[in-house]
């Protein structure tokens, strides 16, 4: 801590120190025992990619609890290697979240896809960034990882995890991992769903009750046509048994975000294999693959950036979203492309260094909202993971600002869900875990060397 | 800035002068001394000053007798709440910051024969509130603080958590009266021992740290880095006093400690 927040290093130094403290009360508070809820109103259960976010920063409070985070994720896992978007905590009131456990039916529905009897858990997906975190949690304590075996019992769930996506989700047949449900990329609302989704009919008004708005402002949460449509194609799905092969999927688009970060797992996995003496050479072998598919697939040359397609056309759709700016966190990509990216990242489309963090949309796109969720705010997981690219492209001085950026918003919207990219006012719910998490991540010093 | 002090009994040497040079090598920041009964830690003021004029902090000292403020006898109560009263009045003197007792030690746990103590736990309240109060009167006259500590199930029958601590602290309502934590004895009683310092944090003036087992930090299995980093989540400045037992060499096992607990907070 002395030497991490030593002022002539990092600045700042006092207002590090209180943040840290703030941080770590927030991550302390929302724990529950075997994982961290993403916040003690909102969201009562497990999230699957908070999950991994927060267990990047609770690896420096806590390496024990870090491990623990990934390992319950983990242990909800489905045979067929799918990791659940939520497990549910089953001493939370069923009602308290919306879609509920007796929603998604996954010990019934999900049976036959290997679902386990117990807990129970969502039948969609969210991005594979879990051996990434899994691999910087081992890092932070190579000691206590190993007494604990960490890394050998994480590794063949991961693998699993990875093997799913390649095997049941390439729907395309084209080698990218493909989103079947706005929910799972992430971006639950973004702009870049809307035409897909359009095709969806809705759900009928009064068969399901949000449960959202009891927490949140309505106009900072999904519309409501959307989420009747959010219902209906999770419930298609849920009748379909969660089969991949068997489900017609309404919606299904190639996401660069989401493959971006299978990618940079997919170099984790291989390093944590090389740890416990394991092969390597599958999982850099797929992070290979997929990168020509990502560059072949979803790079938008006009606009310089890579973005999300749609499977049911097979075209690109033309949003310009902040998924389309995680490819720089991805290895190994030519340089025409990386520049193009970080050129379009300083534009008016996202104004980095300009505005507050990294906004979600379009800055100029005609659906822009500053604090709608997914439709413009900006986040702190999708900031943290540019920061990384950054690095990763050689952009130290703006990963440097757009660090300050990081810390300077979750310290003062009191680690807020996102902000409002023009003035930083929080939105969403507060002592947000993520936001916490790679808050804290960020204060511990500069990430390891970035691939 | 974590600042760690030693009990000085785990320290070599015969005097203060010199405990406190091992202390020091070995990067501890103070030492918490041991207060026995019979006025004797009065009687050691004039080594107490000879050692604080020559530069040996010593914020902190903790009760070493063998009845305490919670007594069933009310001779031996009467006599622990002089006791005390003197040490805060010494521990004053020499420029510290307070005293720390137990409600009792050894005399009643509710887990062993015969399961029910003689005295109801009205009465206990009564006792422990009506000495809470007058050693915290005394302790803001004299500018110091008295610590109550919590101990486990096994060593105590009546405060056992921190926020039984922090009740009876509430009822005394004396700024002076605050709880010193023990990682050691959190362990036993607390579900989630950070969560317990978080919801008992402005209560919380003074701590002091074992392992699991009670040895040394390191020896254990306590989650150090997440206990350590909810005390930084408070605010707390007060020091980590060591009070423990030793595993493997004394001397080596004491000298590991400050760069074990430095290292686990990060």
């Known amino acids: 801590m002395t030497v991490l927040l030593d002022p002539a290093q990092h600045g700042p130094g006092r207002h590090h120190r209180s943040l840290r403290a703030a941080a770590v009360r927030v991550l302390l508070g929302n724990w529950t025992g075997n994982a961290t809820v993403p916040s003690r109103s909102l969201y009562p259960h497990q999230w699957s990619w908070d999950s991994a976010f927060i267990a990047i920063g609770l690896r420096h409070l806590s390496p024990r609890r870090a491990q623990r985070e990934l390992e319950s994720l983990l242990s909800a896992q489905w045979a067929d290697g799918r990791v659940p978007h939520i497990v549910f905590n089953p001493a939370v009131p069923c009602g308290a979240y919306f879609p509920s456990p007796d929603f998604w039916r996954s010990s019934t529905a999900g049976r036959p896809a290997g679902a386990p009897s117990t807990p129970e858990t969502s039948g969609i997906v969210q991005p594979p960034v879990h051996a990434l975190a899994a691999w910087l949690v081992h890092r932070a304590d190579p000691a206590e990882s190993g007494r604990r075996r960490f890394l050998a019992r994480l590794h063949p769930g991961l693998d699993a995890w990875h093997r799913y996506l390649t095997a049941h989700r390439d729907l395309g047949g084209r080698g990218l991992a493909a989103i079947v449900h706005p929910w799972e990329p992430g971006l639950d609302n973004s702009p870049a769903w809307d035409t897909a989704l359009r095709r969806v009919p809705p759900a009928p008004a009064g068969s399901f009750r949000r449960a959202d708005l009891d927490h949140s402002a309505a106009s900072d949460r999904p519309t409501d046509l959307d989420y009747a449509r959010y219902v209906r194609l999770a419930a298609d799905y849920r009748d379909a048994g969660y089969d991949d092969a068997r489900a017609r999927f309404a919606f299904a688009v190639e996401d660069p975000g989401f493959n971006a970060l299978l990618i940079a797992s997919e170099y984790a996995l291989a390093d944590i294999a090389e740890a416990i003496g394991a092969d390597p050479a599958p999982a850099r072998a797929r992070a290979v693959r997929r990168t020509a598919a990502l560059t072949d697939r979803l790079w938008d040359e006009e606009r310089g950036i890579f973005t999300a397609r749609d499977l049911h056309d097979d075209r690109l759709i033309p949003v310009r979203g902040v998924a389309g700016l995680l490819p720089l966190m991805v290895p190994g990509l030519p340089r025409r492309i990386t520049d193009a990216l970080l050129r379009t990242a300083a534009g008016d489309h996202f104004r980095l260094g300009e505005v507050h963090m990294v906004p979600s949309y379009d800055l100029t796109g005609p659906e822009f909202d500053p604090s709608r969720y997914w439709r413009g705010p900006s986040w702190f997981n999708t900031a943290w993971l540019i920061h990384r690219g950054l690095l990763a492209c050689g952009a130290v001085a703006e990963a440097d600002r757009l660090r300050e950026g990081i810390l300077r918003d979750a310290g003062a919207t009191g680690f807020a869900e996102y902000v409002d990219p023009h003035n930083g006012a929080g939105r969403g719910i507060r002592d947000f875990s993520w936001t916490a998490g790679l808050a804290l991540d960020l204060l511990c010093g500069h990430p390891e060397r970035a691939r | ?266």
């Open chain 2, 1 to 266: 800035m974590l600042k760690i002090a030693c009990q000085e009994q785990l320290l070599p040497g015969e005097t203060l002068q010199t405990k406190w040079e091992h202390a020091t090598a070995a990067g501890y920041d103070a030492i918490e001394l041991r207060g026995k009964g019979g006025l004797s830690f009065r009687d050691r003021l004039p080594e107490l000053r000879r050692a604080l004029a020559d530069g040996v902090v010593m914020p902190t000292v903790c009760v070493d007798m063998p009845h305490f403020i919670g007594a069933f006898d009310d001779d031996l109560r009467r006599d622990a709440v002089v006791q005390m009263k003197s040490q805060l009045s010494v521990i004053a003197e020499i420029g510290g910051a307070g005293a720390q007792t137990p409600a009792s030690y050894g005399m009643f746990s509710r887990r062993l024969p015969p399961f029910e103590p003689p005295r109801s736990a009205g009465r206990d309240r009564e006792v422990l509130l009506a000495a809470l109060t007058e050693l915290g009167e005394h302790a803001r006259a004299e500018g110091v603080t008295l610590f109550l500590e919590p101990l486990n199930r096994y060593e105590d029958h009546m405060v056992n958590t921190l926020r039984q601590a922090a009740d009876l602290i509430a009822a005394v309502g004396l700024d002076s009266v605050r709880i010193g934590i023990d990682s050691y004895h959190m362990n036993i009683e607390e579900a989630d021992p950070p969560a317990a310092v978080l919801a008992a944090g402005p209560w919380i003036g003074h701590a002091q740290v074992s392992d699991s087992n009670r040895l040394q930090p390191g020896a254990g299995h306590l989650d150090w880095p997440a206990w350590l980093g909810a005390l930084e989540a408070i605010g707390y400045q007060g020091h980590l006093a060591v009070e423990c037992r030793l595993a493997g060499d004394p001397g080596e096992a004491v000298a590991a400690i400050p760069a074990f607990l430095r290292r686990a907070a990060g």
